[in-house]
């Protein structure tokens, strides 16, 4: 990944999040919502209808409902029959392990709630834009509120949502719900929300495993709705043995109908795991004939079941009637779509059935995998494909396809998806195996503001003696030419002929050419030959036009700015800026790590023509993004910095020159051969010293500081906020305190409020 096509916001592993769309595939297409998971799946024939916990609903106020309950109880049950009498719109989202993404979540959310009240571009934008997660979670409260109407959020399956930052997002919905609207959660563990505060208000309704037990005659009702027919004193003891338990009373109704010679006698059940395998091994697999329960033993390792899959995965045919057949058997097997394409078995059917294959069957799994792989990558179903090579360690089938995907999960902006993909890389101990990978990798946590990890990442793909070629054609020594030119780890030459050879090399396909013609130029710039440099970058500007990646071309377009300030020819210099400015206008890649020179030069430009509150905007936009410039990305960090400093010089303000070159000189004593970055960097920390001081505020703030702030107009503690930092309590109070006194404020609440009027956090 190029770091001059590419940008992210800061993040670290779980952390990742505010990774822009990829500039240099503008065609791919945003975050997806599969149709499924916008609605609850349709009620199996014979459910009961719950009165009980429906009217106890009914009867409560509390805006927050939480229904948690191991597998089983009929949670999506009870949802989706209150929804289907609700008196407000219903948004749904079931969850699954994607939502793990914060981008993923928010697109998941806004769609449900779109699809309830249209809700302008600006929510799907903001999402876009990758803003902090906070922000995002305010953005879907303002949401909610405008609606005309009071809406009711249900959001099913929360067990799947284990990220701490998704969990966030969450949690400021649940805390910030408008008033009249409600939120309703499932999840088979209890959500970690802000409870006691919620319950102490009295603003949460907690439905769990009593209320979800069925009683007797509910017991009764979904007997008869099965065909069978017991006396009382059965069906008694039947609820006794299951505790109400719905799943247990369902599948005895199950193995009763498929011929158990005494039902009501052989039926045991206590409620643990163990005995459920037992009971459904016994009673409902035991009863299927060899071929069928093989069929679903195999067919177990995928998550959703069509004909087509189930073929290839079984190397079988006929797999489609069989599954029809297995909906119509009531077998457990559930239908995902209208036109009984897809389905899915159980999930505590699933669970056994894929124990049953590792026990009787485990040389098989690899196999299955392998064929599942092969079928979804045909197929144009890439990651399904990934997840399946994982699982049948088909490494080389997993580097090709993460090869591919890459680029277009985070253009998407599936950030945490990528950072996944490159641990299970890690894990594997892959990296020195697929150089060109690992490349890829180490630009990656570059952009993302984590040098040490790319230094790490770059050492591991240099070490390497493995040569492979990319699926567009491209080498691997071509591909570590062109990571070695983005580090710029070992001077200015060195950069310049990475990038020549990087260019010469890449395939004639590769996106990433205009990125070495760009780095060439600026290799030139920073050795003091404006001229060589100028012709570069206005090649490189016009190919990054052609290919659509517009954040690089307003990038370059920035540096041509600076070239035309630096011969004092402000004309030009404004007409880039402006040129720059125009690309990202919209605020879509305001967290882009390649949008920080241009908010620094717009600065500059403002400041030229006397519009002095544009320019404190733009430094705060840019002062925003400073903790992704590091040493890691050297060049156009450094120059980045100069800018600013420049442009706080020109508005008299020392402390915010003095903080930027502090972290300008920080990278040059790790890069120091930088060409005249370090001179003009001495220079202006001269100048800074001999202009007038005045009183620190924002824009004093370091780069760590500058991390942290946005944590604070959260709902986490210290502790909780140095969790997600990677440092400890006491480093985060430091720095938080560090930050009053520069803001001059004396609780947090008040340095929030002045961050957010300064534009250094978001809402």
């Given at each position: 990944m190029s770091s001059v096509d590419h940008s992210a916001g800061a993040a670290r592993r779980h952390l990742s999040k505010n990774v822009g769309s990829n500039p240099v595939h503008p065609e791919l297409p945003a975050t997806s919502v599969r149709e499924s998971k916008l609605r609850p799946i349709g009620a199996r024939v014979g459910i009961v209808r719950r009165r009980a916990v429906l009217d106890r609903i009914e009867r409560s106020e509390a805006p927050v409902v939480t229904v948690v309950a191991p597998a089983g109880y009929g949670k999506t049950t009870v949802l989706r029959q209150w929804t289907e009498h609700s008196s407000s719109p219903v948004a749904w989202l079931s969850t699954d392990d994607a939502d793990n993404d914060p981008v993923v979540l928010c697109t998941g959310l806004a769609t449900a709630l779109d699809r309830q009240s249209p809700l302008g571009s600006g929510l799907f934008a903001a999402v876009a834009s990758r803003r902090a997660p906070a922000a995002l979670a305010a953005l879907l409260v303002q949401a909610m509120a405008s609606m005309?109407?009071?809406?009711?959020?249900?959001?099913?399956?929360?067990?799947?949502?284990?990220?701490?930052?998704?969990?966030?997002?969450?949690?400021?919905?649940?805390?910030?719900l408008p008033a009249g609207s409600r939120m309703f959660l499932s999840s088979r563990v209890q959500p970690r929300l802000s409870t006691p505060r919620l319950r102490v208000q009295g603003e949460l309704l907690e439905i769990g495993t009593r209320e979800l037990a069925l009683s007797a005659d509910e017991a009764t009702a979904l007997l008869v709705a099965a065909g069978v027919d017991l006396g009382e004193n059965d069906v008694t003891t039947l609820v006794e043995r299951t505790e109400g338990w719905p799943a247990g009373l369902y599948l005895a109704s199950v193995a009763m109908t498929v011929g158990s010679p005494d039902p009501a006698t052989e039926f045991e059940l206590r409620g643990d795991n163990r005995l459920v395998g037992d009971y459904l091994r016994d009673?409902?697999?035991?009863?299927?004939?060899?071929?069928?329960?093989?069929?679903?033993?195999?067919?177990?390792?995928?998550?959703?079941?069509?004909?087509?899959?189930?073929?290839?995965?079984?190397?079988?045919?006929?797999s489609a009637a069989l599954l029809e057949s297995f909906e119509d058997r009531n077998l457990l097997v559930v239908p995902l779509d209208e036109r009984r394409e897809w389905y899915r078995v159980h999930r505590l059917l699933g669970e056994l059935l894929r124990s049953e294959l590792h026990r009787h069957e485990p040389e098989l799994e690899a196999q299955l995998h392998a064929r599942a792989a092969a079928w979804y990558q045909a197929n144009g179903r890439p990651e399904h494909a990934l997840r399946h090579a994982q699982a049948a360690t088909d490494h080389d089938?997993?580097?090709?396809?993460?090869?591919?995907?890459?680029?277009?999960?985070?253009?998407?902006?599936?950030?945490?998806?990528?950072?996944?993909?490159?641990?299970?890389?890690?894990?594997?101990?892959?990296?020195?195996?697929?150089?060109?990978?690992?490349?890829?990798?180490?630009l990656w946590y570059a952009l993302l503001g984590y040098p040490a990890d790319a230094e790490t990442w770059s050492n591991a793909a240099e070490r390497s003696d493995v040569s492979m070629e990319a699926a567009d054609g491209s080498s691997t020594e071509s591909t570590l030419a062109y990571m070695r030119a983005c580090l710029c780890r070992d001077g200015v030459a060195a950069m310049r002929a990475d990038s020549?050879?990087?260019?010469?090399?890449?395939?004639?396909?590769?996106?990433?050419?205009?990125?070495?013609?760009?780095?060439?130029?600026?290799?030139?710039?920073?050795?003091?030959?404006?001229?060589?440099?100028?012709?570069l970058l206005i090649r490189s500007a016009d190919g990054a036009l052609a290919i659509g990646a517009d954040p690089l071309a307003a990038m370059i377009f920035a540096v041509l700015g600076q070239l035309a300030a630096a011969r004092d020819d402000w004309t030009g210099a404004a007409e880039h800026g402006d040129r720059a400015s125009s690309l990202i206008g919209d605020g879509t890649f305001d967290e882009y790590w390649?949008?920080?020179?241009?908010?620094?030069?717009?600065a500059r430009v403002a400041i030229r023509s006397g519009r002095l509150d544009v320019a404190r905007t733009q430094l705060a936009r840019a002062a925003h993004l400073r903790p992704l410039l590091t040493y890691a990305l050297p060049v156009m960090s450094v120059s980045t910095l100069l800018d600013m400093a420049r442009a706080y010089l020109a508005l008299t303000d020392r402390a915010g020159a003095v903080a930027v070159l502090n972290q300008a000189h920080s990278i040059i004593r790790q890069r120091p051969d930088l060409?005249?970055?370090?001179?003009?960097?001495?220079?202006?920390?001269?100048?800074?010293?001999?202009?007038?001081?005045?009183?620190?505020?924002?824009?004093?703030?370091?780069?760590?500081?500058?991390?942290?702030?946005?944590?604070?107009a959260t709902h986490l503690t210290l502790q909780e906020i140095g969790v997600r930092l990677y440092i400890s309590r006491s480093t985060v109070k430091t720095q938080a305190v560090a930050i009053y006194r520069k803001l001059g404020a004396g609780t947090r609440s008040e340095a929030v409020d002045q961050l957010r009027e300064l534009g250094l956090i978001g809402l």
């Open positions: 005309v109407l009071p809406i009711t959020l249900v959001v099913d399956q929360l067990e799947c949502v284990t990220n701490a930052e998704c969990l966030d997002i969450l949690r400021h919905v649940a805390v910030g009673e409902v697999l035991d009863r299927l004939s060899s071929h069928d329960a093989s069929f679903l033993r195999r067919a177990s390792i995928l998550e959703s079941m069509s004909g087509g899959v189930c073929d290839a995965t079984l190397d079988v045919t006929g089938r997993v580097a090709r396809l993460m090869g591919d995907l890459m680029q277009p999960v985070w253009a998407s902006g599936q950030a945490e998806t990528v950072q996944r993909w490159l641990e299970w890389l890690d894990d594997e101990d892959l990296l020195d195996r697929y150089p060109a990978l690992t490349a890829h990798g180490a020549i050879v990087a260019h010469q090399t890449l395939a004639p396909t590769s996106p990433y050419r205009t990125s070495m013609v760009f780095t060439e130029g600026l290799s030139y710039l920073i050795d003091g030959d404006p001229e060589h440099a100028e012709t390649s949008s920080a020179p241009v908010f620094a030069f717009g060409g005249e970055l370090g001179p003009q960097a001495d220079e202006l920390s001269a100048r800074a010293e001999s202009s007038a001081t005045i009183i620190a505020g924002g824009t004093s703030l370091t780069a760590a500081e500058l991390r942290l702030a946005p944590f604070l």
